[in-house]
């Protein structure tokens, strides 16, 4: 595996459901992102980590419940969600340090349906 | 608050038609501007980092270009493998946090 690798792709799923995205990074890099992508609107940040430690929350309610065990892996927990969480979430990385720029690698994402 | 606006929001063009995509921002202390390209149910693949007005970076078909204000990413004579949603995020200095434009679709016919 090579990259940010996501899954599920694809996750369908009720209001009453418990369901957890996983994200993991292969390049060897400090610092993983969630992000929110609706339909027509920018991409979301949602939560950051800094070397496993959570430097970010961005007011995302507490039905979105995120985890860092180590530097390469991130999950996000979802229970009791809404129809409008509907969206593609997007999971990222990047490698943080000192003065070095920041671009940060994707992965393909989970289509999450909420029904 | 930073503001970041894409124009414009769809551009069709035919294969070999060259042309430009804005992107507007206001951020406080920018530490650099990054352009990623996005297909259709996939996530961002990052294209150009840009540090300082004035910088061009080129790849391929594509080059960007960075101004105090805006930056531009002109696409020469395109080909229908072009064709996505390009994404500009500035990246704010304090935090490194990344702002993104809600992009251009892009969409070349043969």
């Known amino acids: 595996e090579t990259g940010v690798t996501q899954t599920p792709r694809h996750l369908v799923m009720g209001m009453t459901n418990k369901k957890s995205l996983k994200c993991e990074q292969h390049?060897?890099?400090?610092?993983m992102y969630w992000y929110k992508q609706s339909a027509k609107k920018p991409l979301e940040l949602m939560f950051v980590?800094?070397?496993?430690?959570?430097?970010e929350n961005n007011s995302v309610p507490s039905r979105f419940s995120p985890e860092c065990p180590n530097s390469s892996h991130l999950f996000l927990h979802l229970h009791t969600l809404q129809p409008e969480d509907s969206a593609l979430y997007l999971c990222a990385s990047s490698q943080l340090a000192g003065l070095s720029y920041n671009e940060q690698f994707f992965g393909p994402g989970t289509r999450l349906t909420v029904l | 608050e930073d503001q970041v606006t894409q124009s414009p929001e769809a551009l069709r063009l035919q294969e070999g038609e060259s042309s430009s995509l804005n992107c507007s921002y206001t951020v406080s202390g920018l530490r650099g501007l990054f352009w990623y390209r996005q297909d259709p149910g996939k996530g961002p693949e990052f294209l150009f980092t840009l540090y300082s007005a004035g910088e061009e970076k080129e790849k391929e078909r594509l080059k960007a270009t960075l101004t105090k204000k805006e930056s531009f990413l002109h696409i020469t004579a395109p080909k229908p493998e072009d064709s996505a949603t390009y994404l500009c995020?500035?990246?704010?200095?304090?935090?490194?946090?990344?702002?993104f434009g809600a992009g251009t679709t892009v969409t070349v016919r043969a």
């Open positions: 390049l060897g890099h400090n610092a």
């Open positions: 995020a500035p990246l704010r200095s304090n935090d490194y946090k990344l702002s």
């Open positions: 980590y800094n070397f496993k430690e959570q430097t």
